[in-house]
């Protein structure tokens, strides 16, 4: 059952930009946290920026001043803004959603020149 569903990745090179999206069903997306981790090859999955039940937005010092993360509750839909992309962006991102986790399929992030 696929209840998660991400897009937007692809190969960029530094300093371009993607928006991913992640498109979940209204059970799914009501959940208290949701938000964006990633993984790189070799590396334990991160998070990157999450949206609290309160809708406190925390980022991981690393994309801070880069990343956006915001939703649009009518869409089901979360989504990540990145830009001023570096090579060490490269990984798998994922969405997820909690207490109790869903994750999406995860869409590969390539910064290359």
């Known amino acids: 059952q696929v209840q998660v569903v991400e897009s937007g990745g692809g190969l960029v090179q530094p300093g371009g930009s993607l928006r991913l999206s992640c498109t979940a069903s209204?059970?799914?997306?009501?959940?208290?946290?949701k938000g964006w981790y990633r993984q790189a090859p070799g590396q334990q999955r991160e998070v990157v920026a999450v949206?609290?039940?309160?809708?406190?937005?925390k980022y991981v010092d690393s994309v801070k001043g880069r990343f956006t993360i915001s939703r649009d509750n009518a869409k089901n839909t979360l989504y990540l803004q990145m830009d001023s992309l570096k090579p060490e962006d490269t990984a798998v991102y994922y969405c997820?959603?909690?207490?109790?986790?869903?994750w999406g399929q995860g869409t590969q992030v390539t910064v290359s020149s």
């Open positions: 949206i609290a039940g309160d809708g406190i937005i």
């Open positions: 997820k959603f909690g207490p109790n986790d869903y």
């Open positions: 209204g059970s799914i997306f009501s959940a208290l946290v």
